[in-house]
């Protein structure tokens, strides 16, 4: 053999090992239920190619350079939105390398980033895995493995000129997740942790079924031109609370179980408890339904408050699901995602709902958007305990629900009634 050719040979059998077929054996972090995250063997089963860390779910990509900037001329001059979210790409990174010790045919990762990554890749896995069989959406949805952007730089250059850090993000605008450096974070990294981790995930998955995957979501760019834009300022609360809710619901799948507050591990207390799930006494009141529904998205969301109305339904969410156990919170979870995009004449999902709300986003509001999740509830208990926790902790009228919901249901008695609108 010519003798470059067996360099040819030598360079490709260094750069490829291991390269084990999936499933693939190796050590992540794994939460434990002492609360801290230690070395567990686990199976990627999806993984085409464990050293850059890519396969059906994912593709992990390093180094890149991201920035968001209003006064960009290569933004501003974009024709189409695709061209607008590569234009924000200013440096599109390159594959990682990930780098593991074998032992006893179980790879370890041999330096802290191959763990980060690792177990990230992990965790988006079940998450993947969780919208696949309890959200029953169809392998051919999901599309090509999702690119991850691995400690990019990351500027919102309209908010500041620093690049991002100690935050995981899913970032329409360029289709992707981001994984950003640490810097003063003291807790368990986010990329480590299964429930955030799904908890972006759900965003993709929302964007894709409701917004139809788009960049720039139509209705998002469309409402919040005016004035009061009540109908972004609801899909973006939408969008949190559901996915805090999945979130929830991953975790009923990892060996620690349920786990109501899984951002504590990460956060403080502080921002964890007002996450919590299993937090009982959440209510709309009357100032934060007057955000909701005359502020603009830039006020709504400045303030953080899809947040605050997110939780108010997760917690809802929550406890209508807890009455009959895990498997009463699947039936759930899987009617949330069938709730997402449905063109079923006479039952649309929210995304045919933004459709044909899109010329008044008045018309897309708590009770018609509600209206739509519950008619995608086929079990009666469950349908009727989804309307008394909505019609209590969301302040709907009864009333207001009456075609959609059982007449049993008038709403349970934690949270005060408000007075109409
Ligand atoms: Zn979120």
């Given at each position: ?126 998450a993947f895995d969780y919208f696949r069989t309890v959200g029953n959406i ?13 400690f990019p730089e990351f500027i919102l250059a309209d908010t ?262």
């Amino acid at each position: 053999m010519h003798r470059t050719l067996i360099v040819a040979a030598l360079a490709s059998l260094a750069a490829c090992a291991p390269e084990p077929e999936a499933p693939v054996r190796v050590s992540a972090l794994v939460l434990t239920n002492s609360g801290t995250y230690v070395p567990q063997e686990v199976q990627l089963t999806t993984v085409t190619n464990v050293v850059s860390m890519e396969g059906v779910v994912a593709k992990l990509v390093g180094g890149a350079r991201i920035r968001s900037d209003s006064q960009d001329p290569e933004l501003i001059n974009a024709p189409t939105e695709e061209a607008f979210g590569n234009a924000m790409i200013k440096g599109g990174g390159r594959d990682v390398t990930a780098s593991f010790i074998t032992h006893d045919g179980v790879l370890w990762p041999a330096d802290f980033h191959t763990w980060n990554m690792v177990t990230a890749y992990y965790n988006f896995e079940k998450a993947f895995d969780y919208f696949r069989t309890v959200g029953n959406i169809p392998l051919a949805d999901f599309g090509d493995p999702i690119t991850v952007y691995y400690f990019p730089e990351f500027i919102l250059a309209d908010t500041s000129g620093e690049a991002l850090k100690d935050n995981a993000l899913y970032f329409p605008p360029v289709q992707a997740f981001m994984v950003l450096p640490f810097d003063e974070l003291q807790r368990a990294p986010l990329a480590i942790n299964a429930g955030i981790m799904a908890h972006e995930y759900s965003h993709l998955i929302f964007n894709k079924k409701v917004y139809g995957g788009r960049r720039l979501p139509e209705a998002l760019i469309q409402w919040s031109g005016f004035a009061a834009s009540p109908g972004a300022n609801l899909l973006k609360s939408l969008d949190e609370g559901l996915a805090d809710y999945h979130g929830f619901g991953t975790t009923c799948d990892s060996p620690t179980g349920c786990d109501t507050r899984f951002l504590r591990t990460s956060f403080d207390d502080k921002f964890s408890n007002d996450r919590d799930l299993a937090k009982s006494d959440r209510c709309m009141d009357v100032f934060l339904r007057t955000s909701l529904n005359q502020d603009n998205l830039s006020t709504f969301g400045g303030a953080g408050r899809e947040y605050v109305v997110g939780s108010i339904l997760a917690s809802a969410l929550y406890q209508a699901g807890q009455a009959g156990g895990l498997a009463q919170h699947k039936t759930l979870q899987r009617a949330l995602v069938s709730a997402y995009s449905d063109t079923t004449p006479n039952n649309p999902g929210l995304a045919q709902l933004v459709n044909l709300t899109l010329g008044d986003q008045t018309n897309f509001n708590l009770i018609s958007a509600s209206a739509v999740i519950i008619n995608h509830i086929t079990d009666l208990p469950l349908k009727t305990a989804v309307c008394n926790e909505f019609i209590d902790h969301l302040a709907i009228p009864a009333s207001a629900l009456s075609t959609v919901c059982p007449p049993s249901a008038q709403g349970g008695n934690t949270c005060p009634r408000l007075p109409n609108p």
